[in-house]
């Protein structure tokens, strides 16, 4: 067993058992910082692996709950069922916007602006749609919250965090896999030098947008989760560009192109927002945009002194080699 | 729906496109030269907005007037913030560019918040409500002032770049940026110079739309992408371009409000964007990337 997978397991055992010692609101912490950490990983295959930034995840995750929500608000069908779906619809979103800007040599900054064009055009069209509750919002049926009902997805808080832990370690290892197959070379290469890499005979057209396909379909299933987790949506919230920013900064801050670097950055960011919000609390200077502002001075320190995000240093540290 | 009502309601989006003209102009500018996009665009925006009404509510100075201050400061800010934040970060890549004016503009909007909190706030001025009559057709004051200040403004920084040394040597610097620095430009500088200038330009812009619409902090995260907008459709670092994109948006902004619903405005936007960005992606007034 190699240093990194022996860290790997006590990390996963740590996490298994966290449930049964942790209070509420620690596993409420816990479940988000897994959704951040799950959600940047997908994230990150698009731009980590393959070099497409995105600055308009936020759309995945709101086509994905919308998808997932609609279906059982309107018809009763349960996510086992909207789970596929979301992941279609999301995947299939994603090729088209990556057929356009890719068939039309839309790249770099302009890429980056498209997708952002796209998540804010179908914000404002979701408020304009009434069969999903336009910017009134869409609320999901609640049921009771006591018994475990795999079938609807609804149970204790435990569930949502153990839910949340399966995916996020399901997206590390399938990254892993994805990193070390014949599409993880033909994506570095395309993200270290597009021209080369086509010279070389990679079709790149093809495989970025399979970059785009997967990262859109992962991305939806944290749409599926957010929609029967908080059971309501509301476009204004799923789709702005503040929330395509939350996905990206867990891997901008634990290092993009890294495996383990946007779980590193989702635990960081949130127990930093988590631990500033007390902090304000118990000085008693509750004053609306301080969290924010402490947020975003952290923020700009990380970028301005840690180029390549912490885990890349820790790893080092550490004495692994990714 | 009467002729006059969209005569009316179009020049109106022409005059307001004018000034959001201006502030993508700021953004061009400094996209052209820099290469680096400044996604804190309209919490800057937002900043100069605020200086203005404060202006006026402490010394009763017209916006107008507040314009001379205002823009001198921001020249400064943003000459500071190319010189000691940005600089560094010219060969970083671009998420990583995208993030650290993220952070800048998280900052920026939340001390807003935390100073004057969420509420909004505006100039009254007496000839805000004034207007000139053409026959049937009214051209509001305020509207009218702030376009010619724009396109003023616009006119001069035109002409600083086509007839200046120092605004020769930045467009040197935006055509070849090593070559300039092989004829010995200071090109750090010149960089840190056309922040200033774009953000002078912000500056100018803000003053002036202080008088059309009211401030809250929320407008930030709005005009950064109002301003993306327009210059994608104009063509990114294109000066002529941001002018008429401002002007494309604004009418087409108008005429949403008054034909579809107001808040399917942006939507049209958006979607003009997508299709300039496929079909022309160096936009309506861009050289080709």
Same mark, same amino acid.
């Given at each position: 067993?190699t240093?990194?997978?022996r860290l790997?397991a ?5 996490a298994?058992?966290?449930?049964w010692?942790a209070?509420?609101?620690a ?10 950490a799950?959600?940047s990983q997908?994230w990150?295959?698009m731009?980590g692996?393959a070099?497409?930034l995105s ?10 709950a ?10 009763g ?7 596929p779906?979301a ?5 299939l979103?994603?090729?088209?916007i990556g057929w ?7 790249a770099g900054v ?7 064009a ?11 749609m009434a069969?999903t %509750?336009g910017?009134g919002?869409m ?9 475990i ?8 808080p ?5 839910a949340?832990?399966a995916l ?9 896999r994805?990193?070390?197959s ?6 570095r290469?395309?993200?270290?030098n ?6 070389l005979?990679v079709?790149v057209f093809?495989?970025?947008?399979l970059a ?11 749409g599926v989760f957010?929609a ?7 476009p204004?919230?799923i789709?702005?560009t %503040?929330?395509?920013?939350e ?5 901008v801050i ?9 779980i590193?950055g989702a635990?960081a960011?949130?127990l930093?927002?988590?631990a500033?919000?007390?902090?304000l609390a118990?000085l008693?200077w ?6 924010q502002?402490?947020y975003?001075?952290v923020l700009?320190g990380?970028?301005v002194?840690?180029p390549h995000?912490?885990w890349?240093p820790l790893?080092h540290?550490?004495g692994?080699?990714? | 729906m009467s002729?006059d009502?969209v005569v009316?309601? &179009?020049?109106a989006?022409?005059?307001?496109g004018l000034?959001?003209?201006?502030m993508?102009?700021g ?6 030269? &820099? ?6 665009h309209g919490e800057?925006m ?7 009404t404060l202006?006026f509510?402490?010394f009763?100075?017209d916006?107008?007037l507040?314009v ?5 400061? =921001? ?11 940005i600089?560094?970060?010219i060969?970083r890549p671009?998420?990583?560019? =995208?993030?650290?004016?993220?952070? &800048?503009g ?5 001390a ?8 909004a706030?505006s100039v009254q001025?007496d000839?805000q409500l004034?207007s000139f009559?053409?026959g ?6 305020a509207r009218?002032?702030?376009?010619g200040?724009?396109v003023l403004?616009a006119?001069a ?6 007839v200046?040394r120092?605004g020769?040597?930045?467009?040197a610097?935006?055509d ?10 200071n090109?750090?500088?010149l960089?840190?110079?056309?922040f ?9 812009a803000?003053?002036a739309?202080?008088l059309?619409v ?15 907008v327009?210059v ?6 294109s000066?002529?371009?941001?002018l008429?994109?401002g002007?494309l948006i604004g009418?087409?902004?108008a005429l949403?409000?008054?034909l579809?619903?107001?808040?399917a ?6 979607g003009?964007?997508i299709?300039v960005l496929?079909v022309r992606p160096?936009g309506l007034?861009g050289?080709?990337p």
């Amino acid at each position: 067993m190699t240093r990194a997978a022996r860290l790997l397991a006590i990390l996963l055992v740590a996490a298994v058992v966290f449930p049964w010692i942790a209070g509420p609101y620690a596993l409420s912490v816990a479940t988000l910082i897994l959704y951040f950490a799950y959600t940047s990983q997908a994230w990150n295959v698009m731009m980590g692996f393959a070099g497409q930034l995105s600055l308009g995840h936020a759309l995945y995750v709101g086509i994905g709950a919308y998808a997932a929500g609609a279906l059982y608000y309107h018809l009763g069908i349960g996510p086992w069922a909207g789970l596929p779906l979301a992941i279609a619809v999301a995947a299939l979103a994603g090729v088209i916007i990556g057929w356009l800007a890719f068939r039309f040599g839309v790249a770099g900054v302009y890429f980056a602006l498209l997708t952002i064009a796209f998540a804010e055009f179908t914000r404002i069209g979701f408020d304009h749609m009434a069969w999903t %509750g336009g910017p009134g919002g869409m609320f999901l049926p609640v049921a009771e919250r006591d018994h475990i009902d795999l079938l609807h997805f609804r149970g204790p808080p435990a569930l949502y965090y153990y839910a949340m832990l399966a995916l996020t370690a399901g997206a590390l290892a399938l990254c892993a896999r994805l990193l070390d197959s014949r599409a993880g070379y033909y994506w570095r290469a395309i993200r270290d030098n597009e021209d080369a890499a086509q010279a070389l005979g990679v079709h790149v057209f093809r495989w970025k947008l399979l970059a785009v396909a997967i990262s859109a379909g992962m991305t939806a299933i944290s749409g599926v989760f957010f929609a029967f987790y908080y059971n309501n949506l509301f476009p204004e919230q799923i789709f702005s560009t %503040g929330r395509s920013i939350e996905i990206i900064l867990g891997s901008v801050i634990g290092g993009v192109g890294t495996l383990f670097g946007p779980i590193l950055g989702a635990a960081a960011l949130t127990l930093l927002s988590e631990a500033v919000t007390a902090a304000l609390a118990a000085l008693g200077w509750e004053v609306p945009g301080a969290k924010q502002v402490v947020y975003g001075v952290v923020l700009l320190g990380v970028v301005v002194f840690l180029p390549h995000g912490i885990w890349p240093p820790l790893a080092h540290r550490l004495g692994i080699r990714r | 729906m009467s002729f006059d009502l969209v005569v009316n309601v &179009v020049l109106a989006g022409i005059l307001t496109g004018l000034v959001y003209g201006l502030m993508a102009l700021g953004l061009s500018v400094i996209f052209g030269v &820099v290469r680096v996009v400044n996604f804190a665009h309209g919490e800057l925006m937002t900043v100069a907005m605020y200086a203005a009404t404060l202006l006026f509510a402490r010394f009763e100075l017209d916006p107008f007037l507040a314009v001379l201050p205002v823009s001198i400061a =921001f020249f400064a800010l943003g000459y500071a913030l190319q010189a000691g934040l940005i600089n560094p970060f010219i060969t970083r890549p671009e998420h990583s560019q =995208f993030m650290l004016l993220v952070a &800048v503009g998280l900052i920026v909007i939340n001390a807003l918040l935390m100073a004057f909190g969420p509420d909004a706030r505006s100039v009254q001025v007496d000839y805000q409500l004034e207007s000139f009559e053409l026959g049937d057709i009214l051209v509001d004051k305020a509207r009218l002032y702030a376009a010619g200040l724009a396109v003023l403004t616009a006119l001069a920084l035109f002409g600083f770049f086509r007839v200046t040394r120092t605004g020769k040597a930045i467009r040197a610097c935006a055509d070849n940026h090593f070559a300039a620095q092989v004829v010995g430009l200071n090109v750090k500088r010149l960089y840190a110079l056309t922040f200033g200038l774009g953000a002078a330009c912000v500056a100018v812009a803000g003053c002036a739309l202080t008088l059309l619409v009211d401030v809250t902090p929320s407008l930030g995260p709005q005009y950064t992408l109002l301003a993306f907008v327009i210059v994608i459709v104009g063509g990114l670092g294109s000066m002529l371009g941001a002018l008429v994109g401002g002007v494309l948006i604004g009418v087409s902004e108008a005429l949403a409000g008054l034909l579809i619903s107001p808040s399917a405005k942006s939507m049209l936007s958006f979607g003009l964007l997508i299709v300039v960005l496929i079909v022309r992606p160096q936009g309506l007034f861009g050289r080709k990337p």
